[in-house]
């Protein structure tokens, strides 16, 4: 990471230095004013000082803009290399309670507990301060309050005198991939037959996001595949996930009933993978939920095949919402989440703070309504730099 300090005497011709210097991609990591004390008028004195970063060595070219930079076709569906974080991931989940009480959820206590250290260690308020501002990127990026804090608790528990911004910053990015967790797509092949079904609220993108992975996993991984719609609620939906079958070639059953749907799934028995669109369903409508999670738990696929679900939400949907949507799937107890309209959003906050509300695993997510490229696993690097701010 290349690290450059600008000084000016405004934080605007400050940050214009910095992104003249090193580009749009650098990180400001920190700012701060020249002879100057407390964390309120950190922004108001003369001469403003911008440290910012480049990273070197992502394997991106470039720090992603607030809308995510979603990579081509080609490229989306590679195994992504995450760090092996299952141990220390359940060593930070062990340390939730306990931060959790030990930090301030607000944050106006945040700063007086900043302040307070400022006053007695000089040399660690630059890191205090830096972590503020760490802080409020990760609020001003709609992630929770209450997981902000955690974050932050964490690290400022683990801060050492030898800790500068730098490793500041690496620990908190490294954080919050580790958060976010493995991404779990679907795999499938001739050994490990598959039937996935797609469910969420109305219009969250189900029928677009079945239709971009039939085109990767009929045309890139050449897996047999067949998929079902039991959306019958709307003539037009059986008719878009017909002109993708046509398109693909895939063959395409349309079930009205429980019955309908085992006996499609018997007559796809030589398929290892079968893609299931279903209605999208209000979470406020019991009934209709209910009727959804009847065919999916009451289904006979046979031993064959194993049953997944995918909750399909859009990133720009409240968080509120998305935790009473959640609360109604839940019903189903094992699924993971896909993200889709990320490009219809510039905060992917609740991507994280889902994540850490529900443990549901993520898997994918979709950034536009271009089939098939507009999809790809889940890059927990790329969300965590969102975050953080590597987006102007
Ligand atoms: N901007 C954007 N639009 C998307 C994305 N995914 C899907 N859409 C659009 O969202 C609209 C609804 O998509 P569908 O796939 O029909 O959604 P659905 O969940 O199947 O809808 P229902 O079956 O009616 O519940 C369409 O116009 C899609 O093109 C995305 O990632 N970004
Ligand atoms: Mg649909």
Request: hydrophobic fraction near 40%; charged fraction near 30%.
């Amino acid at each position: 990471m290349i690290i450059k300090k600008f000084q000016a005497s405004t934080e605007t011709e400050a940050m214009m230095m910095a992104k003249e210097e090193m580009g749009s991609s650098a990180v400001i990591m920190n700012i701060k004013t020249i002879k100057q004390r407390g964390l309120a008028r950190f922004f108001k004195n003369d001469i403003v000082e911008v440290t910012a970063a480049l990273e070197e060595r992502l394997n991106t070219d470039k720090i992603p803009t607030k809308t995510i930079d979603l990579v081509a076709k080609e490229q989306i569906m590679p195994e992504l290399e995450n760090p092996k974080t299952n141990a220390i991931e359940e060593k930070l989940n062990n340390l939730q309670n306990m931060l959790e009480s030990k930090i301030n959820s607000n944050e106006k206590e945040l700063e007086e507990k900043f302040e307070k250290k400022n006053d007695s260690d000089e040399e660690n308020s630059v890191n205090l301060k830096f972590i503020q501002l760490v802080y409020r990127q990760l609020i001003e990026n709609e992630v929770d309050e209450k997981y902000a804090n955690q974050i932050i608790g964490e690290i400022e528990n683990s801060l050492k005198k030898e800790s500068t911004v730098d490793s500041i910053l690496a620990g908190i990015y490294q954080k919050i991939i580790l958060k976010l967790g493995q991404p779990k797509p679907i795999e499938a092949n001739e050994k490990h037959r598959k039937i996935v079904f797609f469910v969420g609220p109305t219009g969250v993108g189900k029928t677009t996001t079945i239709a971009k992975l039939a085109s990767y996993f009929k045309l890139e991984k050449k897996i047999k595949l067949a998929l079902i719609t039991s959306d019958t609620y709307r003539i037009a939906a059986v008719e878009q996930l017909r002109t993708y079958a046509n398109i693909l070639d895939l063959p395409l059953s349309v079930v009205y009933t429980l019955e309908e749907f085992n006996m499609a799934v018997k007559m796809f028995d030589s398929y290892d993978l079968i893609l299931v669109d279903t209605a999208g369903r209000s979470h406020k409508n019991n009934e209709q939920c209910n009727e959804m999670f009847h065919l999916i738990e009451d289904c006979s696929i046979g031993e064959n095949l194993k049953k997944e679900i995918y909750l399909v939400l859009s990133a720009a949907t409240k968080y509120k919402d998305l935790i009473m949507i959640n609360d109604v799937y839940k019903h189903l107890k094992k699924y993971n989440i896909i993200f889709t309209k990320l490009d219809e959003t510039t905060c992917l906050g609740n991507i994280l703070n889902m994540k850490l509300a529900t443990n549901v695993p993520l898997s994918y997510v979709t950034s536009g309504q271009a089939v098939p490229d507009d999809i790809a696993i889940i890059d927990a690097q790329k969300i965590a730099r969102n975050l953080l701010g590597g987006n102007e």
